[in-house]
T-cell receptor
């Protein structure tokens, strides 16, 4: 079975550029999560969707970050304009529509903003 | 608010030693779920185990075992006869049952190094 698929795996870009990270959740999973991992702050939840609807975006650091889920099989996390402090590993995870289920993570996107 | 504390930041052991990774959690909810994830050097996050707050039975899976004690709000993870392939960062996480909201709160992680 295919797991959570994220693209790209690595992204290097200059500050000020727009960055778009993509995620395809596991088929049948109704919840999708975007996390950011840094050495200083560990794993942080940025935003969470349930049935394609954003439920909690309190973790989104600022207006430069936006996320969409146009359908059950695709989500994007966009940073515009990007800054060096946005450099991190961004994970997407999905789970069935219940808190009892574990979240399954993608392999992450390693983002470097120069 | 929920909180997960992994007081140990780095542990180094020699292969075949047993090692215990500690996890202490805080929540006011009576229904909650505890998780352990492994992040090997390749970077992916691998789900290891889930326990619910009503099941305090210890669990064993091969060389891995978990000790859940509500009295001390702890969910510790023991690796028996550690191997080099166990070298990874291990995260403990907590989620509470609040309807559709199933946010995971992660600890800071414990870096385990197993030396040959």
């Amino acid at each position: 079975d295919a797991g959570v698929i994220q693209s790209p795996r690595h992204e290097v870009t200059e500050m000020g550029q727009e960055v778009t990270l993509r995620c395809k959740p596991i088929s049948g999973h109704n919840s999708l999560f975007w996390y950011r991992q840094t050495m200083m702050r560990g794993l942080e939840l940025l935003i969470y969707f349930n049935n394609n609807v954003p439920i909690d975006d309190s973790g989104m650091p600022e207006d430069r970050f936006s996320a969409k889920m146009p359908n059950a099989s695709f989500s994007t996390l966009k940073i515009q304009p990007s800054e060096p402090r946005d450099s991190a590993v961004y994970f997407c995870a999905s789970s069935p529509d219940t808190s009892v289920a574990p979240q399954h993570f993608g392999d992450g996107t390693r983002l470097s903003i120069l | 608010a929920q909180k997960v504390t992994q007081a140990q930041t780095e542990i180094s052991v020699v292969e075949k030693e047993d090692v215990t990774l500690d996890c202490v959690y805080e929540t006011r909810d009576t229904t909650y779920y505890l998780f352990w994830y492994k992040q090997p050097p390749s970077g992916e996050l691998v789900f290891l185990i889930r326990r619910n707050s009503f099941d305090e039975q210890n669990e064993i899976s091969g060389r891995y075992s978990w000790n859940f004690q509500k009295s001390t709000s702890s969910f510790n993870f023991t690796i028996t006869a550690s191997q080099v392939v166990d070298s990874a960062v291990y995260f403990c996480a907590l989620s509470v049952h609040t309807g559709a909201n199933s946010k995971l709160t992660f600890g800071k992680g414990i870096t385990l190094s197993v030396r040959p």
